[in-house]
């Protein structure tokens, strides 16, 4: 208790910290006397030490999906209106914008609703994933215009593939012969650099709560696609029920397709493949890296942004494009959200040097200026505006004291200490209505740290909880149970079949004993367990230097290492699960470690590494990734099935009023 | 060698030679005489198929014999015929034996004369009966033409495609046609027939009249006819002696011939040669066979017993009971070769050749005389040609040799033949391909004509056959060692040649009843183990189809893709076998099409027990009925008393299909009844809590006229503050028992919305706080009434007051209380709100007084 007591002393000044360079927010702009104040700019952020093996070049994936997509359209010659599911617009604006496919032939673009379309064209082409309900809405189309004696073309174009279901429901609704069906195998959408994302969002819910299998062929299509163009990988490891069944449908398909071993040089080595169920904490975490804090706050989309006009202080909203593209945002994405006003202060000092060197150059200089520099100076003022709008934002919502107490509270959880503390101060979050999925958020990292709570807190918990948000939320809670992230203790479950072997060889006597005993064993959480064998909590001498971080903590204010990166880098480290035996254990196991082919020779291509997370990643577990990258010279490419934060994962368990 | 054209027979001045050689001498036995049989003999060296023919007898007690031998005289298979009467026997392009009975019924065996499948050619023809017949082949088809006894021709082009087409009657004749044939033209199927001395062809709609061109008006009538076997000649034989040889279009003459012989012949068959301009037809009578065509003279050749002459592509097989005989036009190839003093390059050549093995010197002249003119290559060519057209393995093995060794030559001794100033071999520009394609042909060939297996056919047979027609064959016969030996040898994929055989014998295998189930499946997976290409489904499919469902089952289990086991496990009805599985890979797919089978096959009961059983199915399904069939869902729950979920489900439905509140209540008190069951008191007494609210809050409705519906309990007492509705608030807060923390939270943050600072005050002072006063401090400032926070500063309790005076913005009371409370924590705070110059003096204090505890 002692040490706990230290270190909880130990962080505030980290907190202090983050405060301290929040402060000066309105001398950005003239660049004045608070970056003045500030430090140089860190040597992480200047500077790539360490580099890895060069990325893979991913924008064949967009160009495949496309040429695809457009030869489907093709296939129902003349003008056709096109039905596009809210969620594949998002993606479908990255492969192929409005312009492409009016040069396809498509009219008007229509948002797939459970509503009538008002359409005078004779052919209508739906784009959707393959759901019961987007069918029934096509059914309900259909069947409208059958009614009215219109006759139409349709075709439902399913991607990334239809399901036997959809079948289903086209039979039961009667039109089955009315439409025709194609599936557009558009499986990986490039976001970045290094993030491949499936846009598959419903993974997790479809998964881990409702136990469907469905998606699971799909992943391993996709890996299977990505070998063939980027591999042979010589070698997977995975942890995870989810991870080992798409392994093994990878398998499948890699034995298959015996003809493809070709002697390419790989551009990717190794494949480790994880279940979001691994790690439950890290996405429960409130955000401190850059990235993170927008999806946190901004919600990114895609891959894109929109920001309002408390961010770019004009009446509208500007959309724009995170990723490497933007220089300013790839050198602070990263960071821990503290460093990152310095940084844009310097930044906007520099550039305001770059504009003063007009004072005094003649007009050949200027005439040069004009046309070379000064372009990419404004662009660059522009991105730069944006994003200390962005930190100005974020700083009002996250720099109030709330944020300071969540702050506190997250890491007392994860260090496992003055717990009542915490469970009134989640108590008190939920009486006074903060927010429904903070509060979950908050009641879920409790579960999940202290392997479930005690029958008296989760009763009070969740009758507060309802009386703030509904009883619907009963349902929430079902799901949360079934998903493991919120539990009741119940001793005498948990004891099992040991337990009741036992009293039937003792006395009751020690039978008694035995099971407090147990029950004190049973309490004892995984997590404190993991998290003390993989050593998730940094030891604290002094302060954490945020600006040039030691390890992954960094992106919880170096407070907790994400468990799932911190298994990633034991596996890589040790080239296998050895010496993890305890630790699997405690995560359920299911881990594996196969070599694909003996492809090893190629160096480069194994020190890049794909990183597979069914169930969706964080921004602050790609930051931490990448900067465990830097240190040890690998390259991660990220594969997820959605990028994810507590408030999607949280909002896709949540039954809500439909 | 100087007798090797000893056997050849010229016929007219074209230049055409015809010889006649045994294939085989024949193995069987003839119980009957072959002219008492109706005989049936496949093209392409294919099977012989005899039985009594019962018309030509008077009737007998006893039942014929249905017979079917190999080309070389090896009995295959015999069973007794128990059907009625047939007529006429015909082979189908697949080598299926047609028996054509007189009531119009077809019965089809195969090889083994086991018995496929019948159809019938229609009630016409049953009720006329048949008297004539005739099998015809056209390209992938096998059709049938009938004349029956009412003088009336039914035919089908194709028997697997069945449409019957009645022709046209033969005008104003009641005789029965002498003779008749089936003809194409243009792809139309016609029929000829002769009646007299008058030509009727019939189409489909009309019958006409039809003169011969350059026919000789005195030829008198028509006895025979006969088609060639690429149906694009015919010729006509007439009572006179004559013969008209011509196209099948009727419209244009070839030649014509005389012969010694007025009586019909027993048999006519074309003996031609593909893209030889010679024609000749083989025409047959009891003790002579008679070459005519374009001569004066035909060859005529003595026949000793009675035989039956068969059509092929090249040449006509003359089988008698002793011999089986090859009929054909020689070659170009070989005529140059071997004709008398030939001086063609492939003749020099084989001379050559003969030369060097006697290690004469003259092998260099002849070589040297072909190598001046430049025909090399040519004499290469005739040679390899021409040994295909033999048909011993002598033979063929001298044409070669010319070339092997004078390939060997180039490799070996070229340098000599340079030193002999032969100059540049001619062989650089050789490709042995062709030599090598010829030598692997004439082995298959000479493998397959074995008297074993007994499949005769010449090289121009086989390379029209294909060698995958071939494999066909010798699988349909069962002749699978060979078969897999000639695909080893030829280097098929594996894909197209042993697996595809190794399917085909294990799936006769699986038809061996006699063996049990695990010896018949380990003797197949010991053969065909992982051989790509193998579909173990399809073997397991005909299995089912035998009748040998466990036999099935075994073979999918080497089925490596479960979407080919799947299918066949439902339609042995082993769903649960094929539920699993489908589980088993993964795909979801798979599993509702078991589950959506099963639905439908299963009683609820059992369907619902079956999914139980299997969680991953199980929870599929409940996805699907979430959305399309809710009611299922709930009776998914019944059946496995599943009562938390059944409260689940009706607290989905109390808030998304009800809309009336009486309707919502009655959900929620089912979900009540379910939590209870479930023993989960918790979620029970938050779903009667919900009842209540729901009855209060329509109350509350229609009493204010405020929509109170929807809102949580937090929601709906704030409100009531809001409202001004202090003591329903205060009720509702009684009766659901709310928590005092929560209450005093809700009764500040209302009251303060309100602006209604006198009631917060005065509750303030009703009781002590549940919550403590700086929550006082922090609305009235949120709310940014300083005035108001003042007043709670003092009752926060000593902990707080730092953050209370912050809040209001004393720093130097703040300061002082941190420093009171020697807190280092609370200082910095304070510290850290000191931004302005103002707050110089407070900082310093600050500072001041930390350093004092340190010395301390």
Same mark, same amino acid.
């Given at each position: 208790?002692?040490s706990?007591r230290?270190r909880?002393?130990?962080?505030?000044?980290?907190?202090?910290?983050?405060?301290?360079?929040?402060?000066?927010t309105?001398d950005?702009?003239?660049v004045?006397a608070?970056?003045?104040?500030?430090?140089?700019?860190?040597?992480?952020?200047?500077?790539?030490?360490?580099?890895?093996?060069?990325?893979p070049?991913?924008t064949i994936?967009?160009r495949?999906?496309?040429d695809q997509?457009?030869y489907l359209?093709?296939q129902l010659?003349?003008?056709?209106?096109?039905?596009?599911?809210?969620?594949?617009m998002?993606?479908?604006d990255?492969?192929?914008n409005?312009?492409?496919?009016?040069?396809?032939?498509?009219?008007?673009?229509?948002?797939l609703?459970?509503?009538?379309?008002?359409?005078?064209?004779?052919?209508?082409?739906?784009?959707?994933?393959p759901?019961?309900?987007?069918?029934?809405?096509?059914?309900?189309l259909?069947?409208?215009?059958?009614?009215?004696?219109?006759?139409?073309?349709?075709k439902?174009?399913f991607?990334?593939?239809?399901?036997?279901?959809?079948?289903?429901?086209?039979?039961?609704?009667?039109?089955?012969?009315?439409?025709?069906?194609?599936?557009?195998s558009?499986?990986?959408?490039?976001l970045?650099?290094?993030?491949?994302s499936m846009?598959?969002?419903?993974?997790y819910?479809?998964?881990?709560?409702?136990g469907?299998?469905?998606w699971i062929?799909?992943?391993?299509?996709?890996?299977?696609?990505?070998?063939?163009?980027?591999?042979?990988?010589?070698?997977?490891?995975g942890?995870?029920?989810c991870?080992?069944?798409?392994?093994?449908?990878?398998?499948?398909?890699?034995?298959?397709?015996?003809?493809?071993?070709t002697?390419?040089?790989?551009?990717?080595?190794?494949?480790?493949?994880?279940?979001?169920?691994?790690d439950?904490?890290t996405?429960?975490?409130s955000?401190?890296?850059?990235?993170?804090?927008?999806?946190?706050?901004?919600?990114?989309?895609c891959?894109s942004?929109?920001?309002?006009?408390?961010?770019?202080s004009?009446?509208?909203?500007?959309?724009?494009?995170?990723?490497?593209?933007?220089k300013?945002?790839?050198?602070i994405?990263?960071?821990?959200?503290?460093?990152?006003?310095?940084?844009?202060?310097?930044?906007?000092?520099?550039?305001?040097?770059?504009?003063?060197?007009?004072r005094?150059?003649?007009i050949?200089?200027?005439?040069?200026?004009?046309s070379?520099e000064l372009?990419g100076?404004k662009?660059?003022?522009?991105?730069?505006?944006?994003?200390?709008?962005?930190?100005?934002?974020i700083?009002?919502?996250?720099t109030?004291?709330?944020f300071?107490?969540?702050?506190k509270?997250?890491?007392?959880?994860?260090?496992g200490?003055?717990i009542?503390?915490?469970?009134?101060?989640?108590?008190?979050?939920?009486?006074?209505?903060?927010?429904?999925?903070?509060?979950l958020?908050?009641?879920?990292?409790?579960?999940?740290?202290?392997?479930?709570?005690?029958?008296?807190d989760?009763?009070?918990?969740?009758?507060?909880?309802l009386?703030s948000?509904?009883?619907a939320h009963?349902?929430?809670?079902s799901?949360?149970k079934?998903?493991g992230l919120?539990i009741?203790?119940?001793?005498?479950?948990?004891?099992t079949?040991?337990?009741?072997?036992?009293s039937?060889?003792?006395?009751?006597?020690?039978?008694?004993?035995?099971?407090d005993?147990?029950?004190?064993?049973?309490?004892?959480s995984?997590?404190?367990?993991?998290?003390?064998?993989?050593?998730?909590?940094p030891r604290?001498?002094g302060?954490?230097?945020l600006?040039?971080p030691?390890?992954?903590?960094y992106?919880?204010?170096?407070?907790?290492i994400?468990l799932?990166?911190?298994?990633?880098?034991?596996?890589?480290?040790?080239?296998?699960?050895?010496g993890?035996?305890?630790?699997?254990r405690l995560?359920?196991?299911?881990?594996f470690?196969v070599?694909?082919s003996?492809?090893?020779?190629?160096?480069?291509?194994?020190?890049?590494?794909?990183i597979v997370?069914?169930?969706?990643?964080?921004?602050?577990?790609?930051?931490a990734?990448?900067?465990?990258?830097?240190?040890?010279?690998?390259?991660?490419?990220?594969?997820?099935?959605?990028?994810?934060n507590?408030?999607r994962?949280?909002?896709?368990?949540?039954?809500?009023k439909? | 060698?100087?007798?090797?054209?000893a056997? !050849?027979?010229?016929?007219?001045?074209?230049?055409?030679?015809?010889?006649?050689?045994?294939l085989y001498?024949m193995?069987?036995k003839?119980?009957?005489?072959?002219?008492?049989?109706l005989?049936a003999?496949?093209?392409?060296?294919?099977?012989?198929?005899l039985?009594?023919?019962?018309s030509?007898?008077?009737p007998?007690?006893s039942?014929?014999t249905?017979?079917i031998y190999?080309?070389?005289?090896i009995?295959?298979s015999s069973i007794? !015929?128990k059907?009625?009467?047939?007529?006429?026997?015909?082979?189908?392009v697949?080598?299926?034996?047609?028996?054509i009975q007189?009531d119009?019924?077809?019965l089809i065996?195969?090889?083994?004369?086991?018995?496929k499948?019948?159809?019938?050619?229609?009630?016409?023809?049953?009720q006329?009966?048949?008297?004539e017949?005739?099998?015809?082949?056209?390209?992938y088809?096998?059709?049938?033409a009938?004349?029956?006894?009412?003088?009336?021709?039914?035919?089908?082009?194709?028997?697997e495609?069945?449409?019957l087409r009645r022709?046209?009657?033969?005008?104003?004749?009641k005789?029965?046609p002498?003779?008749?044939?089936v003809?194409?033209?243009?792809?139309v199927t016609?029929?000829?027939?002769a009646?007299?001395?008058?030509l009727?062809?019939?189409d489909?709609?009309?019958c006409?009249?039809?003169?011969l061109p350059g026919?000789?008006?005195?030829?008198?009538?028509?006895?025979d006819?006969c088609?060639s076997?690429n149906?694009?000649h015919?010729?006509?034989?007439?009572d006179?002696g004559?013969?008209w040889m011509?196209?099948?279009?009727?419209?244009e003459?070839v030649c014509?011939f005389?012969?010694g012989?007025?009586?019909?012949?027993?048999?006519?068959? !074309?003996?031609?040669?593909?893209?030889?301009k010679?024609?000749a037809v083989?025409?047959?009578?009891?003790?002579?066979?008679l070459v005519?065509?374009?001569?004066?003279?035909?060859?005529?050749?003595?026949?000793?017993?009675?035989?039956i002459m068969?059509?092929?592509?090249?040449?006509?097989?003359?089988?008698?009971?002793s011999?089986h005989?090859?009929?054909h036009?020689?070659?170009?190839?070989?005529?140059?070769?071997?004709?008398?003093?030939?001086m063609?390059?492939?003749?020099l050549l084989?001379?050559?050749q003969?030369?060097?093995?006697k290690?004469?010197?003259k092998?260099?002249d002849?070589?040297?005389?072909?190598?001046e003119?430049?025909l090399?290559?040519?004499a290469?060519e005739?040679c390899?040609?021409?040994a295909?057209?033999e048909?011993?393995?002598?033979?063929?093995?001298?044409?070669?040799?010319?070339?092997?060794?004078?390939?060997?030559?180039h490799?070996?001794?070229?340098?000599?033949?340079k030193?002999?100033s032969?100059?540049?071999?001619?062989?650089?520009?050789?490709?042995?391909?062709?030599f090598?394609?010829?030598?692997?042909?004439?082995?298959?060939?000479?493998?397959?004509?074995?008297?074993?297996?007994?499949?005769?056919?010449s090289?121009?047979?086989?390379?029209?056959?294909?060698?995958q027609?071939?494999?066909?064959?010798?699988?349909?016969?069962?002749l699978?060692?060979?078969?897999?030996?000639?695909?080893?040898y030829l280097?098929l994929?594996?894909f197209?040649?042993?697996?595809?055989?190794?399917?085909h014998?294990?799936?006769y295998?699986v038809?061996?009843?006699e063996?049990?189930?695990?010896v018949v499946?380990?003797?197949?997976?010991?053969?065909?183990?992982?051989?790509?290409?193998?579909s173990?489904?399809?073997?397991?499919?005909k299995?089912?189809?035998c009748?040998?469902?466990?036999?099935?089952?075994?073979?999918l289990e080497?089925?490596?893709?479960?979407?080919?086991?799947?299918?066949?496990?439902?339609?042995?009805?082993r769903?649960?076998?094929?539920?699993s599985?489908?589980?088993?890979?993964?795909?979801?797919?798979?599993?509702?099409?078991?589950?959506?089978y099963?639905?439908?096959?299963?009683?609820?009961?059992?369907f619902?027990m079956t999914?139980?059983n299997?969680?991953t199915?199980?929870?599929?399904?409940?996805?699907?009925?979430?959305?399309q069939e809710p009611?299922?869902?709930?009776?998914?729950y019944?059946?496995d008393?599943?009562?938390q979920?059944?409260?689940?489900?009706?607290?989905?439905s109390?808030?998304?299909?009800?809309?009336?509140v009486?309707?919502?209540?009655?959900?929620?008190?089912n979900?009540?009844?379910?939590?209870?069951k479930?023993?989960n008191?918790?979620?029970?007494?938050?779903?009667?809590d919900?009842?209540?609210?729901?009855?209060?809050?329509r109350k509350?409705?229609?009493e204010?006229?405020?929509?109170?519906?929807?809102?949580?309990?937090?929601d709906?007492?704030?409100?009531?503050?809001?409202?001004?509705?202090l003591?329903?608030?205060e009720q509702?807060?009684?009766d659901f028992?709310?928590?005092d923390?929560?209450?005093?939270?809700?009764k500040i943050?209302a009251?303060?919305?309100?602006?209604d600072w006198?009631?917060l005050?005065?509750?303030?002072?009703t009781?002590k706080?549940?919550?403590g006063?700086?929550?006082?401090?922090?609305i009235?400032?949120?709310?940014?009434n300083?005035?108001?926070a003042?007043k709670?500063?003092?009752?926060v309790?000593?902990?707080?007051?730092?953050?209370?005076?912050?809040?209001?913005?004393?720093?130097?009371?703040a300061?002082?209380?941190?420093?009171?409370h020697?807190n280092?924590?609370?200082?910095?705070?304070?510290?850290?709100k000191?931004?302005?110059?103002s707050d110089?003096?407070?900082?310093e204090?600050i500072?001041?007084a930390?350093?004092q505890i340190?010395k301390k």
């Open positions: 208790m002692h706990d230290k909880a002393s130990a962080f505030l000044p980290s907190l202090q910290h983050v405060r301290v360079v929040l402060v000066p309105r950005i702009y003239t004045g608070a970056a003045a104040v500030l430090a140089l700019i860190p040597a992480v952020m200047a500077t790539d030490i360490l580099d890895g093996p060069a990325l070049d991913f994936l967009k495949l999906a496309r997509l457009i359209l093709e010659p003349g003008k056709k209106d096109l039905i596009i599911e809210p969620d594949l998002s993606p479908l990255r492969i192929a409005v312009s492409i496919l009016k040069q396809h032939d498509v009219d008007k673009l229509y948002k609703e459970n509503k009538p379309i008002y359409s005078n064209n004779d052919q209508l082409c739906f784009l959707i994933r759901r019961i309900s987007h069918m029934k809405y096509i059914a309900n259909v069947n409208t215009d059958k009614r009215s004696d219109r006759n139409r073309k349709y439902i174009i991607s990334p593939q239809k399901f036997h279901t959809c079948d289903m429901i086209l039979e039961q609704e009667g039109i089955f012969g009315d439409v025709t069906c194609d599936e557009w558009f499986y990986l959408l490039p970045d650099d290094d993030i491949i846009e598959l969002p419903e993974f819910r479809d998964y881990f709560l409702e469907d299998q469905r062929g799909t992943v391993a299509k996709a890996l299977h696609l990505l070998n063939s163009i980027f591999g042979p990988m010589s070698k997977s490891y942890i995870g029920r991870a080992k069944m798409v392994y093994e449908v990878w398998k499948e398909l890699l034995d298959e397709d015996e003809s493809d071993r002697e390419r040089r790989p551009d990717l080595g190794v494949a480790f493949i994880i279940d979001r169920d691994v439950y904490v996405p429960l975490c955000q401190v890296v850059y990235e993170g804090l927008v999806d946190d706050i901004f919600r990114i989309k891959g942004v929109e920001f309002g006009p408390e961010v770019t004009s009446e509208k909203s500007i959309k724009v494009l995170l990723n490497s593209q933007d300013v945002f790839q050198e994405r990263n960071e821990h959200f503290s460093n990152v006003f310095s940084f844009l202060s310097q930044k906007a000092r520099n550039l305001q040097s770059h504009y003063d060197k007009r005094e150059m003649d050949n200089q200027m005439k040069s200026f004009v070379q372009k100076l662009q660059e003022h522009r991105l730069l505006s944006l994003h200390i709008g962005a930190c100005e934002s700083m009002k919502k996250k109030k004291q709330d300071q107490d969540l702050l509270t997250e890491h007392s959880l994860l260090e200490f003055d009542r503390e915490s469970i009134t101060s989640i108590e008190e979050h939920i009486n006074r209505q903060v927010s429904p999925t903070e509060s958020r908050l009641l879920c990292l409790l579960s999940i740290t202290e392997n479930g709570l005690i029958t008296k989760y009763r009070s918990l969740k009758t507060q909880y009386q948000y509904g009883p009963l349902l929430t809670f799901n949360l079934r998903t919120l009741e203790q119940v001793p005498g479950e948990t004891l079949a040991v337990e009741s072997k036992m039937k060889l003792v006395t009751d006597k020690a039978a008694g004993k035995l099971t005993a147990f029950s004190s064993l049973a309490k004892k995984h997590f404190r367990g993991i998290s003390k064998k993989l050593g998730l909590i604290i001498d302060e954490y230097d600006k040039t030691r390890d992954m903590a992106v919880f204010s170096g407070a907790y994400p799932s990166c911190k298994v990633i880098e034991q596996v890589l480290q040790r080239k296998s699960w050895m993890l035996e305890e630790v699997t995560l359920n196991g299911n881990e470690s070599q694909l003996d492809n090893t020779a190629n160096s480069d291509s194994q020190r890049t590494i794909l997370f069914l169930g969706g990643c964080t921004f602050s577990e790609i930051a990734l990448r900067f465990l990258g830097k240190e040890k010279g690998y390259k991660f490419i990220f594969l997820t099935t959605s990028i994810m507590s408030t994962m949280l909002e896709s368990l949540a039954e809500t439909t | 060698m100087d007798f090797y054209t056997d !050849w027979y010229p016929l007219g001045l074209g230049n055409a030679y015809y010889r006649k050689f045994d001498k193995e069987w003839l119980r009957e005489d072959l002219k008492d049989c005989v003999v496949g093209p392409y060296g294919g099977s012989i198929a039985m009594k023919d019962l030509k007898d008077k007998s007690s039942r014929p249905l017979e190999s080309a070389s005289g009995r295959l007794p !015929w059907s009625g009467h047939v007529v006429y026997l015909g082979w189908t697949t080598e299926d034996l047609l028996c007189e119009g019924t077809v065996y195969d090889v083994f004369c086991e018995f499948r019948h159809f019938s050619l229609g009630n016409e023809v049953k006329n009966q048949v008297v017949a005739k099998v015809f082949h056209s390209e088809r096998t059709g049938i009938i004349l029956t006894r009412a003088l009336t021709f039914t035919l089908t082009s194709s028997i495609e069945l449409k022709m046209p009657e033969i005008t104003g004749s005789v029965q002498s003779c008749w044939t003809l194409f033209q243009d792809r016609l029929v000829l027939a009646v007299g001395k008058d009727y062809l019939l489909n709609t009309t006409s009249v039809l003169t026919m000789s008006p005195m030829a008198g009538a028509y006895l006819m088609v076997f149906y694009k015919i010729a006509l034989f007439t006179t004559y013969m011509g196209k099948t279009s009727l419209k003459k014509e005389t012969s012989v007025r009586t019909a012949p027993k048999q006519m068959a !074309w003996c031609i040669r593909p893209y030889s010679h024609v083989a025409v047959m009578w009891d003790k002579v066979l005519a065509g374009k001569a004066e003279e035909g060859i005529s050749f003595h026949l000793d017993e009675p035989s068969v059509p092929e592509l090249d040449g006509v097989r003359i089988i008698s009971p011999t005989e090859f009929l036009e020689i070659p170009k190839a070989t005529e140059e070769i071997f004709k008398i003093a030939s063609a390059p492939g003749a084989l001379v050559a003969k030369e060097y093995e290690e004469s010197q092998a260099d002849y070589l040297r005389e072909i190598k003119q430049n090399l290559s040519l290469v005739q390899i040609e021409a295909g057209y048909h011993t393995p002598e033979m063929q093995k001298s044409l070669l040799r010319g070339n092997l060794q004078l390939s060997r030559e490799e070996d001794q070229g340098d000599r033949l030193a002999a032969f100059g540049k071999c001619f062989l650089d520009k050789y490709s042995p391909s062709d090598v394609v010829m030598c692997h042909d004439l082995r298959v060939l000479n493998a397959i004509k074995d008297y074993q297996i007994g499949i005769p056919l090289i121009t047979q086989y390379k029209q056959l294909t060698v027609v071939l494999l066909d064959r010798l699988v349909l016969r069962r699978y060692p060979l078969a897999v030996k000639i695909c080893e280097k994929s594996d197209q040649g042993v697996s595809r055989v190794l399917a014998w294990a799936c295998k038809q061996q009843k063996k049990s189930d695990e499946a380990q003797a197949i997976n010991q053969k065909l183990g992982d051989t790509p290409g193998i173990y489904s399809e073997i397991a499919s299995a089912c189809d009748g040998r469902t466990e036999l099935a089952i075994k073979l080497y089925e490596s893709k479960s979407e080919d086991q799947v299918p066949l496990l439902l339609k042995m009805k769903s649960n076998l094929a539920l599985k489908s589980i088993e890979s993964g795909d979801t797919d798979l599993v509702y099409t078991v589950v959506s099963m639905k439908y096959e299963f009683n609820r009961g059992d619902f999914l139980q299997h969680p199915a199980l929870s599929l399904y409940r996805q699907f009925c979430k959305h009611e299922t869902l709930k009776d998914l019944n059946q008393d599943n009562h979920e059944l409260g689940n489900y009706f607290v989905r109390s808030y998304s299909s009800e809309k009336r009486e309707g919502r209540v009655a959900e929620l008190q979900a009540a009844d379910e939590y209870n479930a023993k008191e918790l979620a029970a007494k938050a779903t009667e919900q009842i209540k609210l729901l009855r209060v809050q509350l409705q229609d204010l006229d405020k929509p109170y519906l929807d809102y949580s309990l937090h709906t007492v704030y409100n009531l503050l809001l409202d001004g509705m003591k329903k608030a509702l807060y009684k028992k709310i928590p923390k929560r209450y005093w939270w809700l943050s009251l303060a919305e309100k602006e006198e009631e005050e005065k509750f303030s002072k009781k706080s549940a919550v006063y700086l929550p006082f401090v922090e009235c400032m949120k709310h940014h300083k005035l108001e003042k709670y500063v003092a009752r309790n000593p902990e707080q007051r730092v953050k209370a005076l912050l809040l209001i913005g004393d720093l130097d009371q300061a002082e209380a941190a420093i009171e020697k280092d924590n609370e200082m910095n705070m304070v510290l850290s000191c931004s302005s110059i110089n003096v407070t900082a204090k500072n001041r930390r350093a340190l």
